[in-house]
């Protein structure tokens, strides 16, 4: 049986790795802390991790990706989109009023991970514009605290799954300020992993370091690319952090590395002078509501 790091217990993270699997057996490990998430499959401890990456809203996870750059050494070996439902949760009927309405006026504080949070404002300011915003280290620590104070206007940003293991009540569902609100997904180790649904693609993530005093090298390096026709999904800067104004490159490339054109694009870019390290070759699930098999 696999062993699967995580973060904490009813978290979003959580969620997406029940759907990725689809009801397969799996010894799920949780971590607080993203690090330990890492720190638990460089080790030894789990066979893989689970790391987001990308929020539609929020975009890249800056420090995930910086992790998975400067910290670690672990391949990505699948890559999924999965929703980030997020819902306002508490302790059962304490923002209802006798009549069996929602009353908002006893709203004090809403408890969240700061990402969570960021993705409601537009709930926030029209249903508790004067209530405290208290960050936490996850969605489903805000779950747990709020469980442990009743009876002080406390709610938390969480997902069903969270309020489901606390046994509390979700007052307003899909409280997110848009639809599309999905983040994307690594899963990262040292191995292949088969995996029980069909993918829709193949990706290739590498990092690419331009050669110093090169004017128009990152020019080049596009169009090696480019003139195979390779399509890139993605390109984004990140500090090198060993000297300022010195960056590593990630790119997306939509093809396998095992393909006919990626690895000559690779060959002229290193011809260049250019560093490049491959962050993994994997295969990518898209979402699909109606198959979703969170348990």
Not at 106 to 135: D, N, W
Not at 269 to 279: D, E, P
Request: some cysteine.
């Amino acid at each position: 049986m696999k062993s699967i790091a995580v973060l904490p217990q009813g978290s979003v993270s959580h969620e997406a790795l029940l759907y990725l699997f689809g009801g397969e057996p799996v010894n799920i490990v949780h971590h607080k802390l993203i690090s330990d998430v890492f720190l638990s499959t460089v080790n030894g401890i789990t066979d893989y991790s689970v790391i987001p990456i990308e929020n539609t809203i929020e975009g890249s996870v800056s420090l995930h990706i910086d992790w998975l750059i400067n910290e670690v050494d672990l391949p990505m070996q699948a890559e999924w989109i999965f929703p980030s439902i997020q819902n306002l949760i508490a302790n059962p009927g304490e923002f209802t009023d006798a009549s069996g309405n929602k009353d908002y006026s006893r709203l004090v504080k809403i408890l969240s991970h700061p990402v969570a949070t960021a993705q409601c404002g537009q709930y926030i300011r029209k249903h508790a514009p004067l209530a405290e915003l208290e960050p936490t280290g996850s969605t489903s620590e805000a779950v747990e605290i709020v469980k442990n104070n009743p009876g002080k206007g406390w709610a938390a940003i969480g997902t069903a799954l969270g309020a489901a293991k606390h046994g509390l009540e979700i007052i307003d569902r899909k409280i997110t300020d848009h639809d599309n609100n999905y983040t994307r997904f690594v899963l990262v180790g040292p191995e292949k992993v088969s995996l029980p649904r069909e993918s829709s693609g193949n990706k290739t993530s590498v990092l690419v370091t331009l050669p110093e005093d090169f004017p128009g090298a990152l020019h080049q390096v596009l169009a090696a690319f480019a003139w195979r026709r390779l399509n890139l999904s993605r390109i984004e800067s990140r500090p090198t952090k060993k000297k300022l104004g010195t960056y590593y490159f990630y790119i997306d490339v939509l093809e396998p590395i095992e393909s006919v054109l990626l690895p000559a694009a690779i060959e002229e870019i290193k011809a260049l002078g250019c560093q490049v390290r491959i962050l993994g070759s994997y295969p990518t699930y898209t979402y699909e509501e109606e198959k979703a098999e969170v348990q």
